[in-house]
């Protein structure tokens, strides 16, 4: 049985769900097991060797590509905005250098993003400390904060009304580069052997997905936290494949890091 990472926010559902259908109707020797985690808990797991497979940081993956199977047409990216990486800011962005800013503990490839936003694209010098607390104390102690996943959603979309800058590093990327970032990748540890099963049962539930995402939206339990309408506009928003483009930026990310001294 296959050990497959989960990350538990509301991105990558659509895929998950028709993935465990798949699952349901399979013959046993198809049938995954899931264990679920934030980004930074499945990047740990992986690396350990605790569970085979998943989508995992793309930074993860830059930093130990010896370890792992690049599984070909996956991927969590975006061509500009993608909702869910927002940087939560007292100030306008050009006002924070010189400062030290909070970056959730759950990010691992955004934080990375958000060194290279500020100090490559906005030329500013900051120090980044990571950080449990939620949005409201943590801005409360700090000019700004990083916030990923469902968090960042539910928080982009009262930020009108608690005056804070919000800026979505997808935005930022994709207009200084041209090219998309990729957030997250499915990868797969070496010695779990070959990716093609699994690869297939991918491509099957990617297509499913985005051929019924209202449906989706309307029997999941995250209608608890957000509308059917905003759960398909994000879906939208991110690009689940892995192209050509999708290496450019992951490609440029990785150039980046090492120029940083962060890879």
């Not at 000019?143 to 009304?161: H, K, M, Q, R, T």
């Not at 879906?235 to 892995?242: A, C, G, V």
């Amino acid at each position: 049985m296959l050990k497959i990472g989960r990350i538990n926010f509301a991105n990558l559902y659509p895929i998950f769900h028709c993935l465990q259908m798949q699952c349901a109707a399979a013959n046993p020797d198809m049938k995954y097991e899931f264990t679920e985690g934030v980004p930074s808990e499945i990047n740990a797991l992986l690396r350990e060797g605790l569970i085979d497979a998943g989508p995992s940081s793309s930074i993860e993956y830059l930093r130990n590509p010896q370890l792992y199977n690049l599984i070909e047409g996956h991927s969590i990216s975006s061509f500009g905005r993608i909702m869910s990486i927002i940087l939560f800011s007292r100030v306008e962005i050009k006002a924070l250098g010189g400062k030290t800013i909070l970056s959730s503990y759950q990010a691992e490839t955004s934080t990375g993003l958000l060194q290279i936003v500020l100090r490559k694209f906005y030329n500013l010098d900051i120090e980044i400390k990571t950080s449990h607390a939620p949005l409201t104390e943590g801005i409360g102690q700090y000019p700004a904060y990083l916030l990923i996943g469902d968090n960042a959603l539910i928080e982009a979309a009262a930020v009108e009304n608690i005056g804070l800058y919000a800026y979505d590093l997808g935005s930022l990327w994709y207009e200084h580069t041209g090219v998309p970032f990729v957030f997250a990748l499915w990868i797969s540890r070496r010695e779990s052997g070959s990716t093609e099963r699994l690869r297939a049962a991918l491509d099957a539930a990617k297509a499913e997905a985005l051929s019924s995402l209202n449906l989706i939206a309307g029997n999941c339990p995250y209608t608890k936290l957000f509308s059917t309408q905003t759960l398909v506009s994000y879906w939208r928003t991110i690009s689940y494949d892995l192209t050509g483009r999708h290496m450019e930026g992951l490609e440029l990310f990785g150039k980046y890091l090492r120029e940083s001294g962060l890879l």
